[in-house]
């Protein structure tokens, strides 16, 4: 049988921890960009070095897309390319001693039924099914394979985070937990891909992000609020009855297809003063938008939303356009979870209040997306960052007087 002359690659010391662990099971939750991927990619090539012809280790992600990368990850690993053929349809890589990598996607846990695997990554399994979990289980039955988990925190109201639990409390020795920190890798000498300090990123993240965001990306803290971007208890502290004072400016969010259109106003200290929620025809909408009061206005243009935004602001005094994009309305929703957070804003019980409840984050490569859950609707989150954006900006021009 050939044999394959290997180096390690450098890997940082937390990195190497949950490596060399002995446990049958790690479970890691890691911030982001710590470098949880590149060290498992590491890991089951070594894997793979150990077996025999025609026994396989598995990479298991949530998705295709995400187990694509890593399958591209690992050619790009392999510095002798003498070493390995790739089968891109089936996302296989085949050493020359018959070992095969396989990259799999845990989107149908049925697909992962069935055969031996003799070790096993699963990546960003905290976003992943637990089913899969399940058959991948039961691959590793007979041949007594190794399983190692990571992801980022994503609430407690998951598998993952019971698995976490599980794994930390120490009950059962085939499972050893680890926690990797941005603090962590910052001072291990983490640098980002551009080459600066990582913990320059960090701090540059702390200031654009909710905190509960940062918590779960960075400190690798699981929130109780699971993916609320503005935090349950911040919602709380800021619900306070409708204000009786004139609305001082208006965030107006346009139906769509299946949702409202909703008004709200702002009085001079930023309570909500003024909600409406309606779905009525385009004239009429109009109409009703040209009859709130003579205050500024900021109005989402998106899409359909456009014609009817534009001939308001032709016959209306101060209309600002937003047009939302994913990074517009990130921007958007933070300005609004920052306002939650410092009590900055406050709105009345009902819609308003169980919008902002449900609303969720999602991290995703492009940065973190911000809408309601499947199903439900984010009209009034939106009217209010809307709202709350104008009035921020009034604030800063002078042209509102808070004192
Ligand atoms: N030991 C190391 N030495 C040098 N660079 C590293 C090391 N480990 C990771 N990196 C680099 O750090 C970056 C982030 O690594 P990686 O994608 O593995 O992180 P991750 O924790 O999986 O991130 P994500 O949250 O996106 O899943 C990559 O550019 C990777 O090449
Ligand atoms: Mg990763």
Same mark, same amino acid.
């Not at 939303?305 to 517009?328: H, W």
């Given at each position: 049988?050939?044999?394959?002359?290997?180096?390690?690659?450098?890997?940082?010391?937390?990195?190497? /921890?949950?490596?060399?662990? $002995?446990?049958?099971?790690?479970?890691?939750?890691?911030?982001?960009? @710590?470098?949880?991927?590149?060290?498992?990619?590491?890991?089951?090539?070594?894997?793979?070095?150990?077996?025999?012809?025609?026994?396989?280790?598995?990479?298991?992600?949530?998705?295709?897309? *995400?187990?694509?990368?890593?399958?591209?990850?690992?050619? !790009?690993?392999?510095?002798?390319?003498?070493?390995?053929?790739?089968?891109?349809?089936?996302?296989?890589?085949?050493?020359?001693?018959?070992?095969?990598?396989?990259?799999?996607?845990?989107?149908?846990?049925?697909?992962?039924?069935?055969?031996? !695997?003799?070790?096993?990554?699963?990546?960003?399994?905290?976003?992943?099914?637990?089913? =899969?979990?399940?058959?991948?289980? =039961?691959?590793?039955?007979?041949?007594?394979? $190794?399983?190692?988990?990571?992801?980022?925190?994503?609430?407690?109201?998951?598998?993952?985070?019971?698995?976490?639990?599980?794994?930390?409390?120490?009950?059962?020795?085939?499972?050893?937990?680890?926690?990797?920190?941005?603090?962590?890798?910052?001072?291990?000498?983490?640098?980002? #891909?551009?080459?600066?300090?990582?913990?320059?990123?960090?701090?540059?993240?702390?200031?654009?992000?909710?905190?509960? @965001?940062?918590?779960?990306?960075?400190?690798?803290? /699981?929130?109780?609020?699971?993916?609320?971007p503005?935090?349950?208890?911040?919602?709380?502290?800021?619900?306070?009855?409708?204000?009786? #004072?004139? /609305? !001082?400016?208006?965030g107006?969010d346009?139906?769509? #297809?299946?949702? %409202?259109? !909703?008004?709200?106003?702002?009085?001079?200290?930023?309570?909500?003063?003024? %909600?409406?929620?309606? *779905?009525?025809?385009?004239? *009429?909408?109009?109409?009703?938008?040209?009859?709130?009061? @003579?205050?500024?206005?900021a109005?989402d243009?998106t899409?359909?939303?456009?014609?009817?935004?534009?001939?308001?602001?032709? #016959?209306?005094?101060?209309?600002t356009?937003k047009v939302f994009t994913q990074r517009s309305k990130q921007q958007l929703m933070e300005g609004l979870a920052y306002a939650?957070?410092?009590?900055?804003?406050?709105?009345?019980?009902?819609?308003?209040?169980?919008?902002?409840?449900?609303?969720?984050?999602?991290?995703?490569?492009?940065?973190?997306?911000y809408?309601?859950?499947?199903?439900?609707?984010d009209?009034?989150v939106c009217a209010l960052a809307l709202a709350y954006s104008i009035?921020k900006?009034?604030?800063?021009?002078?042209?509102?007087?808070?004192?």
């Amino acid at each position: 049988m050939p044999t394959i002359n290997y180096t390690r690659p450098f890997l940082y010391p937390y990195q190497l /921890a949950i490596l060399n662990s $002995k446990a049958r099971f790690t479970v890691t939750i890691a911030a982001t960009k @710590v470098g949880k991927t590149a060290s498992h990619i590491v890991w089951l090539f070594e894997q793979a070095l150990k077996c025999k012809a025609n026994q396989s280790v598995w990479w298991v992600a949530p998705t295709i897309g *995400q187990a694509k990368i890593a399958f591209d990850r690992m050619k !790009v690993q392999i510095s002798n390319k003498d070493l390995f053929t790739a089968n891109e349809t089936n996302r296989t890589i085949t050493l020359i001693t018959g070992a095969k990598m396989e990259f799999k996607t845990a989107e149908k846990p049925d697909n992962l039924y069935g055969g031996d !695997v003799y070790a096993a990554v699963y990546d960003e399994y905290t976003r992943g099914r637990e089913e =899969s979990w399940h058959a991948l289980r =039961s691959t590793l039955t007979s041949t007594g394979g $190794k399983c190692k988990f990571i992801g980022n925190a994503k609430g407690k109201k998951n598998w993952g985070y019971k698995l976490a639990i599980k794994a930390k409390s120490g009950d059962d020795p085939n499972y050893e937990y680890f926690k990797i920190t941005a603090y962590d890798a910052a001072s291990a000498g983490m640098k980002t #891909k551009d080459g600066r300090p990582f913990i320059e990123e960090i701090e540059d993240a702390k200031k654009d992000l909710p905190e509960s @965001v940062f918590n779960e990306l960075y400190l690798a803290e /699981a929130s109780e609020d699971g993916s609320n971007p503005f935090g349950l208890q911040y919602i709380a502290q800021c619900t306070y009855p409708l204000s009786d #004072k004139p /609305a !001082v400016c208006f965030g107006t969010d346009l139906a769509k #297809k299946f949702d %409202f259109t !909703v008004n709200i106003g702002l009085d001079k200290f930023a309570y909500v003063s003024h %909600f409406d929620r309606f *779905q009525k025809d385009w004239r *009429q909408t109009t109409e009703t938008i040209l009859g709130l009061p @003579v205050a500024p206005l900021a109005i989402d243009s998106t899409g359909v939303g456009d014609p009817i935004a534009e001939d308001i602001a032709s #016959k209306r005094d101060n209309v600002t356009l937003k047009v939302f994009t994913q990074r517009s309305k990130q921007q958007l929703m933070e300005g609004l979870a920052y306002a939650i957070q410092r009590r900055e804003i406050f709105f009345p019980e009902g819609m308003i209040r169980e919008e902002l409840e449900a609303f969720e984050f999602e991290y995703t490569r492009t940065g973190v997306k911000y809408s309601a859950p499947e199903g439900t609707h984010d009209d009034c989150v939106c009217a209010l960052a809307l709202a709350y954006s104008i009035w921020k900006d009034s604030v800063n021009m002078g042209s509102i007087s808070i004192w």
